[in-house]
Structure formats: structure tokens, C-alpha cells
């Protein structure tokens, strides 16, 4: 065998290799396209449900696409659903109890995943056990504290318990993700005369940005979708989040879904934009992780 | 990350904690009630009328999500933050009534001139203990352009139909793709376009059939369950029927009211059972053309009469409330935004039984059903005076135990045609009779 | 085994335990007053019998000797609850492990690709749940439209009980983006040092998935697991927002059992009997996953034992 075939074979399988990872790339592309549909589909059918009159929203066969695109549902909707308010109003919430479960979460996850200290397996445990808790079960007690202390129909009972580590699922993630981060870093940065603090907020802070926004998005989602302790605690019409916005359209004896699924798709935008805002963090990570070594 | 947390801590303390304290020198009462945007600027307007006619009391409103208003009402209860005033469901009236929540209002209509029905009145083991804001009753309702269509007379409002000719009616009412009916050769139950009939089957609605099939849920002074008759079970059993077995209307496992909105309204059922409220709620917005008319008629003609009410509840402030709930209460207060619209009956027997009475509303041109006088008199005022049996939460205890609970998911298993009512209610009668004892 | 026992080898530095006592005050304040006290306030309850305005009465075990001797929807419940977990934990972190790792490929609009997936995670969930409905109705629906239209039988996707958990899980996977951000976020995390040795090395891509790319991944792996089995274990809001708990114990799931007892029939002690129930249900779950995690789990950072 002459060197000049070993070469040419050589090349052939680099090339047959670089096609077949072409053939997979387009494979995946095509799962992806088709899986981004299917997901897609059911809030392609609320944002037409939207466009819709209730009478044409029980029609059969169904439509799969409004029969007249009615946009003036949204002013209309707009009418009675003051987005701008109740979106004011979520945020006053949402702000400082993410930033507040954020920062404590972060430093919880980092106290259980590098320091050592007596009890840290039993609090660990306990704070695990916590998890465990279906959040209702604790819902009354709660709301007794909370109005003997006459904060009903204020937010602080929905702010404040997210400044005490953000729930044990956060404090939880963090510490994995701080589990991940190799040990040397710190390691060298002691040999410099860091403390636990400055490893804390110049180590492991940078390291796992990406989990942080993470959490961050985790408490964002949660506390949207906390209905049950936002009907608990707020009873009045000027103080309404969105989510309790949104049960102004279900009256005492008929719904009126046309404008229910307007204010649904009004309501999704806050959430697209802090993922949006979010998702320049997680590529940050990426170019964050090629360093790491 | 500490500019971060300042801010925070910041926006935190900004944050506005104020406790409603207006210096005008009257007494602030709140009042709570659930109810979409509509309903809210309704309460609103009337509690304006009643903040402006005086000056030593002023109304708040509070609104509580209508899907967890009990349960919220409640923890208020339990936190004792009651509201002064407001909405009660009925299946919650006696459970606040039992366990020393709400004010006595047993003498609120004493020596007045309206009397509100008996019917309406919620007794705990036999004493009033309150009155229904207004009067509900079920009834029938059909589209008669589809009647027309398949050349079927109107259901009438002197003679209500029989089940079997409500069966056979709805049969000829209901055809397939193929327009082929029920019962006839090649029907196809898969493909059905149109259906006949639809019956609400939310559960407290099912109590109506019990009634019209000679039996009863409880008895009537409450302390007995007695839904595991023959009668009873065969009322429930003959309603999963007509959707699992004559194919006459939709299949509808987990209750939902869509026989008017979804049913009637877009025309895909001809006739539905539903209460009276409908006339105010649904109708003016469907543009069809409908009819009223008594409910079919197992064995006897009977229909259901409820309403939730507004309670007063004990505390600081509870004259003030009393004074204003009476007021409120009343069928003039709430003449035009829910009287005329058809929201509510009147609960006072004056609008029933002298033509004076019966005139200020159904005679109304606003009303919904004032086109056709006569069948509004029949169906809307004879129906609630002779045939109208209270429903089973104004005297027995622990609906919200019996009827929300218990009744609620082992139905749905007969709906869905995987047990038979039989099967169902006989398991489930031993824990209803003890859910009806318990304090 | 002739050790001592590691806590007379194991010096803790002042200065670190003092670090660490300030990291966790917040949660620890937390745990205390929002989780602990309350939970043994609300587990006593189920000692006793209570309509919530009425008097207490004091019962012992009677409350869970009825879960288990006489409530004809206790078993039906726990049964249907395991399913509905099982269904969900194994079908959402499948799904979304392919889409992360297909999202972590050099995909044309890969932000857009991973909006795609994530988004129906931060809808409103309740929205959600109706939107469902109206796919997944038996007489209006789309689904069985489709079906019929195929030539099909109608299904009661939501209306039997056997099929009703299924479907429930299913939004359950679609409802999954969480766990693909995590993932994805772990993904990023695997040093692609790693990857180039084993390359340079001539492992192919499949070697290098299970031998790198899953054992860097076991932390995120197990708490994904963690995650998606205590939430689905307390599933309760596809049940409120949709089948009310039917048919049947079809969707009656320990949690909406617990809050339908406690909050809609006002037996507050029985509610919370069911509570502890589910606690120690959860809790055995999780205790055989941390067990046997040790076993399975990499973690780089560690040190060495």
C-alpha cells in the first residue's frame, strides 16, 4: 500500500465523518423544528382563542384560525384588566422578593456546599425536609402571624419569606451548582489571603452566574403563579397582582373566556421578557465555563 | 451585589404598608363579594348610593377571587379579620350560621311590609338563621329556531314534559353527520352534530331530580340522608343516561354550566336546564332567539329555589352592617342593575302574588322575558309558588361537606358511564350520613 | 469497620463556622418560622378534630386510623398520585434532557430554539391549564376532532379515569422548561477540556455522552430528580383548575384531597392528617433518592475521601 492511498483513505473517512455529522446536525435540526411546533401549538390556540368571540369559541369544528381576527378584544379587554396596574403592582412584589431570594439562596447554597461548621448535616437535612412541605399545609398558620401582626392586604407577607434563602429547592441548586465549581479556585484564592466572603462574591458569584439567574427566572415563575397566597392576601382591587387581574373576567355565574385569554396573553409578556433579559446571562456562563480550567 | 442589596432593601422599605385610616369621622365597613368586572362596578355604583344618601357610615368594597371565596372567607374567619359584611355562599350559610360567625337577622324583616318567601330562608334545625339576597329557580330553557328546524312544537309552559317525551323529544332533536337520529338504523353516536337535550348535572343541581322522581337527598329537617332510595338513584342514573345511553346530549364528566353559553348559544343542544339567573347573565349577550319553559317531570312537577345571601357578621361594627345590609338587601336597591337586567328574582312573595308586584318586573319593558308576559307569568312566577322546593343547604347542615365534597367526585364517575349511580351512591351513603352529623 | 467515628478527626476552623452561620442566618430564620413551626402547628392539628370556627376536639389517631380503615378515596388517592409522579419525573426529565442536549448542539437560532421550549414554563400555569382543556375536551375539543376526523373513537382524555392522569402528565412534560434551563445551564458547565481529551483520545460522541457528559452532569441530574418528584408529588393545580379531583379518584390527588378536606369541607384536622401522609411519603422518596445517590453521583468540585 502506497502512502499516497493511506492518505487518500485517510481523508475519505475524515470526510464521510464530517458528513455523517452533517446528516446529524440536520436530523436534529428537523426533531428540533418538529418538537418546537408541537410545543408551540397550545399557545398558538390560547393567542387565537384571543382573537375570537365566545360565541365563535364554541363552534364545532373548531377553528384554526379565528374566523375574523377581532384585535379589538384587546382594547376592549383593556378596558377592565389594568394591565399597567396590576403589572406595577406584581412587580413591587416580584423585584425585591427575586432579588431577596437570589441573594440569600446563593449564600445558603455556598455555606452548605464549601464551608464546614458543627450541624451542617442537620441543618441540611432540615432544609431539604422543607421541601417536602406542600406550601398550603403551612398557609394558615402563616396567615394568623401575619394578621396579628395587621399586614393582611399589604405585600410584605409576599415579599418577605423569599429574603429567608429563597425556599429550600434554591438553596439547593446553588449548592450543586457551587459543587461543580473545581475546589483549587478557592484554594488559591486562600493562599492569597481571600476570606469566605471574598471567595464568596469574587469566586463562586462569577462561577455560577448562570445558576443565579436560573433561580432567579425559578422565583419569577413561582411567585407568578402563586395564586393561592395572592387571593390569601390581598382582597383589594387597587392592590391586585395580574394573576388575581386575571380572575376578573370569572364572574358568579359565566366566564367570559374571549377576555380571559386576552388577559392571559397580555400577562405572558412580562415573563418573555425577563427570560428574554435572562438568556443573555446563560451564553455569559458559556464563555464563563471555557476559563474555568 | 451589595449596590443590589441596598436597592432592594430599599424599593423593600418604600413599599407602601399604610393601613386605611381617612380621618372623616364615620365608621368604615368593608363588604365582600366575589364577580367579574361587571358585577364589581354594580356593587360599586350601589355602595356609592348608599356612601352618599348618609353620612356615619361608609361601605368598602373587598373582592375575593370567586373560585376560593369560601376558603378565603374563611381564613379571615379563622385570623378573625372578618369582613363587616358580604357575600355568603349558600353551601357555606349554615356552617358560618352554626358556629356563632354571623349576626342574628332573624328580625331584620319584622313588621315590614316585604316579606321575603320562606322558601328562601335558611333555618338552622328550624330557626332562621337568614334570607337569600334573591330568589333562583331551575328552569328550561330552548333555542326555537331549532325547534323550527325539525318542525318539533314548543315545549309548553302549562304542561311540562314528561321524562319519556323530553327522551323522545330530544331523540328527534338530535341527528348525526348522516342527519340520522338516535335509535334509527345507522346512527352514529361518534358524529353527532346536534344534540337534543343537556341537563345540568352540577351537583347541587341533581337534587331537582331527585325531587321530580319522588324521592328526596335529605329529609327535611336536615338530620337524615336518605339519597341511597330508589327513586333518588334513579333519577341521577337517568340523567347519565341520556348522554350514555339515548345519545341525546353531550357527554359532561366534570360539571360545568355550558348548557346555555356553549349548549344553546352556539347551537349544538336544544333544550338545557339551568337556573334563572341566565336570563340576566348569558342571554342578552347570545343573539338567538330562546323560549322558557318548566322542567321535564320525572313523577312530580318541582322545580329548585336558591340564592346565596348577604350575611352580617359579628364584630365591632355589626349594627352598622346590619343597617346596611338591610338596606342593601332590598329588591330596590338593586332594582336596575340586577333586578330588571333578569340576574335576579324578586325574593319578596309581594312580586309573586298581587299583580301590582308582578308587574314592576316581569311588566318592565327592560326585562329580558317581558316579549311574552304570559309564559313569564307561568314559568317565573306560578313555578316558584307552587312548585318550588327549597334546595338542601338552606336546612341541612354540612353541604359543603356532603354535596361539594362527596357527592361531587363519586358523580362524575356515573357521568363518565364507568360506575352506575347504584354502585356509586351505595358506597358513598354510610359517609354522607355521618358528614350530616358532624357539629 | 475500626475508624472512630469522624467527628473526633474533624476540627472546624472558628472563623469558617462564623462565615457559615452568617451565610444561612436568612434561611435559618426561614426554616424556623415559616416551615417548622408552622408544619408542627398544622401536623398537631391532625390530632384533633376541627371545623375551623367551631371548638377543637381532641381525637389521638382516629383521623389516620379513618385514612386508612375507612376513607374509600385514601388508597385510590395515593395510587393515583404515585402514577401521575411517576408518569411526570420519568416522560419531563427524558423530554427535556433531548431538548437540552439538542439545544446545547451549534444549532441555527438556538436562542430562539430554547425561547421555544422554555416559554410555556413561564405562562401563567392556570392559563395554561385552560388552554389545555380546550385541546383536550371531549365533546369540543381539538384532539378528538382530530381523532374523528381520522376516522377515529373519541377519547376521554380528561373525562375517564384511567386516562385522565396521563393527560394530566402530559402538560406536566410540556410544562417542563424549568428543567431545561437547568440542564442547559449544567451542560455549560462540563469542561470542555474534558471533551477535547476524550477526543484527541478517540472517543465517539456517544462514548463521550455517557462516559463526560452524564457523570458531570449527575448533581444537575439528581436535582432535577429531586425537583420534579417533590413538585409532581404535590401536584394539585391540573386537579383544581381542570377535573375538580374526578373521575372517580381519577385526579384526586393527595394534595387536592388535602385541601379539599381542609379548605372546602372545613375538616381541618383530617386535612392535616392527610398532610403528614404526604409528608412522609415524600419524604421515603426522597430519603432512597439521596441513599442512592452517593452510588451515582460526581461531584467535581469535591474532595477527595
Not at chain 1, 429567608?164 to 457551587?178: D, E, K, T, Y
Request: aromatic content about 14%.
Amino acid at each position: 500500500m502506497s502512502v499516497h492511498t493511506a492518505i487518500q483513505k485517510r481523508r475519505g473517512r475524515m470526510l464521510s465523518k464530517s458528513r455523517r455529522e452533517k446528516t446529524v446536525g440536520i436530523l436534529c435540526l428537523i426533531l428540533l423544528i418538529a418538537l418546537a411546533l408541537m410545543v408551540m401549538f397550545p399557545i398558538y390556540w390560547i393567542f387565537r382563542s384571543s382573537l375570537m368571540s365566545n360565541g365563535e369559541l364554541y363552534a364545532y369544528p373548531p377553528a384554526f384560525t379565528p374566523p375574523a381576527w377581532r384585535f379589538e378584544n384587546y382594547p376592549e379587554t383593556l378596558k377592565s384588566f389594568e394591565y399597567l396596574k396590576f403589572l406595577g403592582n406584581t412587580m413591587t412584589i416580584l423585584i425585591p422578593a427575586v432579588a431577596g431570594a437570589v441573594v440569600t439562596a446563593t449564600m445558603g447554597g455556598y455555606a452548605f456546599a464549601r464551608l464546614r461548621f458543627r450541624g451542617q448535616k442537620f441543618l441540611f437535612t432540615l432544609c431539604v425536609g422543607s421541601m417536602l412541605l406542600p406550601s398550603m399545609v403551612t398557609l394558615i398558620p402563616i396567615f394568623l402571624a401575619w394578621s396579628r401582626l395587621g399586614l393582611v392586604n399589604t405585600y410584605w407577607p409576599l415579599i418577605l419569606p423569599h429574603f429567608c434563602g429563597g425556599g429550600a429547592f434554591n438553596i439547593f441548586l446553588i449548592r450543586q451548582f457551587v459543587k461543580t465549581v473545581p475546589r483549587e479556585l478557592d484554594e488559591a484564592a486562600t493562599i492569597d489571603g481571600c476570606g469566605y466572603f471574598r471567595i464568596l462574591v469574587f469566586i463562586i458569584v462569577p462561577a455560577i452566574k448562570s445558576a443565579m439567574i436560573v433561580v432567579g427566572l425559578l422565583k419569577f415563575i413561582e411567585l407568578w403563579n402563586d395564586l393561592l397566597q395572592q387571593v390569601t392576601y390581598i382582597t383589594r382591587r387597587d392592590r391586585y397582582t395580574l394573576a388575581l387581574g386575571l380572575n376578573i373576567f370569572r364572574g358568579s355565574f359565566n366566564d367570559d373566556w374571549s377576555s380571559i385569554m386576552c388577559a392571559t396573553c397580555l400577562s405572558f409578556i412580562p415573563g418573555i421578557v425577563f427570560y428574554l433579559i435572562g438568556q443573555k446571562y446563560f451564553v455569559e456562563g458559556i464563555v464563563m465555563t471555557g476559563m474555568k480550567n | 451585589m451589595k449596590k443590589l442589596l441596598a436597592i432592594v432593601l430599599c424599593l423593600a422599605l418604600a413599599l407602601p404598608a399604610l393601613a386605611l385610616a381617612e380621618g372623616d369621622g364615620r365608621v368604615h365597613i368593608t363588604y365582600s363579594f366575589w364577580g367579574d368586572q361587571t358585577e364589581f362596578e354594580s356593587v360599586q355604583k350601589v355602595l356609592d348610593e348608599y356612601n352618599q344618601m348618609q353620612d356615619k357610615v361608609f361601605v368598602e368594597p373587598m373582592q375575593i377571587a370567586n373560585e376560593q371565596y369560601t376558603e378565603t372567607l374563611v381564613n379571615y374567619a379563622i385570623a378573625d379579620q372578618l369582613p363587616d359584611c358580604g357575600m355568603v355562599n349558600e353551601n357555606s350559610v349554615l356552617y358560618f350560621a352554626r358556629n356563632g360567625v354571623m349576626a342574628d337577622v332573624s328580625d331584620m324583616y319584622a313588621g315590614e311590609e316585604l316579606q321575603p318567601m320562606d322558601c328562601i330562608t335558611f333555618k338552622d334545625d328550624g330557626t332562621p338563621v337568614g334570607y337569600s339576597s334573591c330568589n333562583e329557580i331551575l328552569i328550561m330553557y330552548y333555542n326555537k329556531d331549532m325547534f323550527d328546524a325539525a318542525g318539533e312544537p314548543y315545549p309548553s309552559a302549562d304542561k311540562p314534559y314528561t321524562w319519556d317525551e323530553f327522551v323522545e323529544v330530544a331523540k328527534r332533536l338530535t341527528f348525526d353527520e348522516a342527519g340520522k337520529h338516535p335509535g334509527e338504523e345507522g346512527f352514529n353516536p361518534e358524529k353527532i352534530v346536534q344534540y337534543g337535550a343537556f341537563v345540568n348535572n352540577w351537583t347541587w343541581q341533581m337534587e331537582v331530580w331527585a325531587l321530580s322522581n319522588g324521592g328526596a337527598w335529605f329529609s327535611d329537617d336536615g338530620k337524615q340522608c336518605l339519597i341511597n332510595s330508589p327513586e333518588v338513584i334513579e333519577s341521577i342514573q337517568k340523567v347519565a343516561d341520556l348522554a350514555l345511553v339515548e345519545h341525546v346530549a353531550p357527554l359532561n364528566v366534570i360539571p360545568e354550566d355550558n348548557g346555555v353559553g356553549v349548549g344553546i348559544g352556539s347551537k349544538t343542544v336544544a333544550m338545557t336546564t339551568d337556573g334563572t339567573w341566565r336570563l340576566g347573565t348569558d342571554f342578552p349577550n347570545l343573539d338567538i332567539n330562546y323560549g322558557i319553559a318548566p322542567l321535564p317531570v320525572m313523577k312530580e312537577e318541582v322545580t329548585l329555589c336558591t340564592s346565596g345571601l348577604t350575611g352580617v357578621f359579628k364584630g365591632k361594627h355589626q349594627q352598622e352592617a346590619y343597617d346596611f345590609v338591610k338596606w342593601y338587601t332590598r329588591e330596590e336597591s338593586n332594582w336596575d342593575s340586577l333586578v330588571l337586567t333578569g340576574i335576579w328574582l324578586p325574593k319578596s312573595e309581594y312580586f309573586y302574588k298581587t299583580e301590582e308586584g308582578i308587574s314592576k318586573w316581569l311588566g318592565n319593558e327592560k326585562y329580558p322575558y317581558n316579549k311574552d308576559m304570559e309564559t313569564g307569568r307561568k314559568v317565573l312566577v306560578d313555578y316558584t309558588m307552587n312548585n318550588a322546593k327549597p334546595a338542601c343547604w338552606y336546612y341541612t347542615p354540612n353541604t359543603q361537606i356532603t354535596t361539594n365534597e362527596i357527592l361531587f367526585t363519586a358523580l362524575q364517575s356515573v357521568w363518565s358511564g364507568e360506575r352506575t349511580a347504584e354502585d356509586v351512591i351505595n358506597e358513598i351513603y354510610p359517609d354522607l350520613c355521618e358528614a350530616i352529623q358532624i357539629d | 469497620m475500626t475508624a472512630l467515628p469522624k467527628r473526633h478527626t474533624v476540627r472546624y476552623n472558628r472563623a469558617e463556622t462564623r462565615a457559615a452561620w452568617i451565610c444561612l442566618l436568612p434561611s435559618v430564620i426561614g426554616l424556623i418560622c415559616i416551615t417548622y413551626i408552622p408544619m408542627i402547628a398544622s401536623f398537631t392539628l391532625s390530632l384533633f378534630s376541627w371545623n375551623g370556627l367551631g371548638e377543637m376536639k381532641y381525637l389521638g389517631l382516629d383521623n389516620y386510623i379513618r385514612l386508612f380503615t375507612r376513607d374509600t378515596k385514601f388508597y385510590g388517592s395515593l395510587l393515583t398520585t404515585l402514577e401521575y409522579a411517576s408518569l411526570s419525573v420519568v416522560g419531563s426529565i427524558i423530554y427535556s434532557m433531548i431538548i437540552a442536549m439538542l439545544l446545547n448542539r451549534k444549532v441555527p437560532a438556538r436562542g430562539f430554539f430554547r425561547a421555544v421550549f422554555y416559554l410555556p414554563y413561564v405562562l401563567p400555569v392556570l392559563a395554561v391549564y385552560l388552554g389545555w382543556k380546550w385541546l383536550f375536551d371531549y365533546n369540543h375539543g381539538l384532539f378528538n376532532y382530530l381523532i374523528k376526523l381520522g376516522g377515529g373513537i373519541s377519547v376521554k382524555f380528561l373525562d375517564s379515569s384511567a386516562m385522565v392522569t396521563p393527560s394530566l402528565a402530559l402538560i406536566a412534560v410540556w410544562l417542563s422548561g424549568n428543567l431545561i434551563v437547568i440542564f442547559l445551564a449544567g451542560l455549560q458547565n462540563v469542561p470542555r477540556t474534558y471533551h477535547e481529551a476524550a477526543e484527541i483520545d478517540g472517543a465517539n460522541a456517544w462514548q463521550r455522552f455517557w462516559r463526560i457528559t452524564i457523570p458531570c452532569m449527575t448533581p444537575i441530574i439528581f436535582y432535577n430528580l429531586l425537583m420534579s418528584l417533590v413538585t409532581n408529588l404535590q401536584v394539585i393545580t391540573p386537579a383544581l383548575s381542570l377535573t375538580q379531583g374526578g373521575p372517580g379518584t381519577g385526579s384526586y390527588y393527595m394534595c387536592y384531597m388535602l385541601y379539599s378536606q381542609a379548605f372546602k369541607s372545613h375538616k381541618y384536622g383530617y386535612g392535616s392528617a392527610v398532610a403528614v401522609l404526604l409528608f412522609l411519603i415524600i419524604a421515603v422518596f426522597t430519603g432512597i433518592l439521596f441513599a442512592t445517590s452517593k452510588g451515582w453521583i460526581f461531584y467535581e468540585g469535591d474532595e477527595k475521601e
